[in-house]
């Protein structure tokens, strides 16, 4: 009874930590944190934003209590993370409609991100089966990594910075507002997170 008890104050403790990091994000996207300024090196979104979200993937594969929480994971539940994709692509076409995201970050662009998203259902279903072997997962999971640094690089270096290599003419500018600006600092780290837990996971287990 006092693990159940554990395991549920830890689920909270966890939505907590996610609560207070997505208000933080909102603070400063409303405070023009991200939007004013983009002419600071390194950007500011990438300072705030992003980088604290990398040190924490990396503590969890690095401190025993991360590698605990990973190893209770199931890939079942780290593959249906990536259905997320398909919303968020649908949200990109739409921000490139109204301009404030270049074409190369659609799925009329360099970005095919939404065939992850669409391909992870079919995934999430042959897994649900046990008709899907480890080999395959492990093949796209890595797929999925390259796609998704794919669309982060582009993002970056649309974005308008002293890094911005692209799209001069319609820049990457919703990052820099809200909601958007949870999408590289919160949706687009849980991937990544999913993707290398499961990688993790698929690697260790021989079975």
Do not use: C
């Amino acid at each position: 009874m006092s693990s159940r008890f554990g395991k549920i104050n830890y689920n909270w403790y966890n939505f907590l930590i996610i609560m207070l990091w997505l208000t933080l994000q909102l603070g400063l996207t409303l405070a023009g944190v991200y939007s004013i300024g983009n002419d600071s090196l390194p950007p500011k979104i990438l300072v705030y934003g992003i980088a604290p979200t990398l040190i924490t993937i990396m503590l969890f594969f690095l401190l025993r209590k991360g590698r605990d929480f990973i190893s209770g994971l199931s890939i079942l539940d780290l593959t249906i993370i990536h259905v997320v994709r398909i919303p968020v692509e649908l949200v990109l076409y739409l921000l490139f409609v109204y301009k404030a995201v270049p074409k190369l970050m659609t799925f009329e662009g360099r970005n095919l991100d939404v065939l992850m998203g669409i391909i992870s259902i079919l995934v999430v279903y042959l897994l649900a089966k046990g008709k899907i072997n480890k080999s395959w997962l492990i093949a796209w999971n890595i797929i999925g990594l390259l796609f998704l640094f794919n669309i982060v690089g582009s993002a970056l270096l649309s974005a308008p910075s002293p890094l911005q290599k692209l799209a001069f003419d319609q820049p990457n500018v919703a990052i820099f507002y809200f909601p958007f600006s949870w999408l590289p600092t919160f949706v687009v780290p849980v991937v990544l997170f999913s993707h290398l837990a499961a990688l993790q996971k698929l690697l260790k287990n021989k079975s």
